[in-house]
Nanobody, 124 residues
């Protein structure tokens, strides 16, 4: 079984930055894709960013491209989401998810394992 634990959430003023971390443990795979999703109050969960197992490819939602950066450290089984120039509309619970795949995945249903989420609140 895979465990994913997110950390790094909190409250930040608009224009500020946060760095989220996703720690993977438990069952290991030779390769896996990690995605970040978020869910704002009253809204459906949406794709934010993803990174393939080699960190050679990344993908971002249009709403965060240029502001967020996803990266990973396979030696530590960690994936990070650096969030800069935060806006109030970035307020949400952020989840990391894993799929034992070699390719970028953007759809929620394609991910097998999920963390519990970490709250990000951006205030004006």
């Amino acid at each position: 079984q895979v465990q994913l634990v997110e950390s790094g959430g909190g409250s930040v003023q608009a224009g500020g930055s946060l760095r989220l971390s996703c720690a993977a443990s438990g069952r290991t795979f030779s390769y896996y894709t990690i995605g970040w999703f978020r869910q704002a109050p009253g809204k459906e969960r949406e794709f934010v960013a993803a990174i393939d197992w080699s960190a050679g490819s990344t993908a971002y939602a249009a709403s965060v491209k240029g502001r967020f950066t996803i990266s990973r450290d396979n030696a530590k089984n960690m994936v990070y989401l650096q969030m800069n120039s935060l806006k109030s509309e970035d307020t949400a619970v952020y989840y990391c998810a894993m799929n034992p795949s070699m390719i970028i995945l953007r759809r929620e249903r394609e991910y097998n394992y999920w963390g519990q989420g970490t709250q990000v609140t951006v205030y004006s």
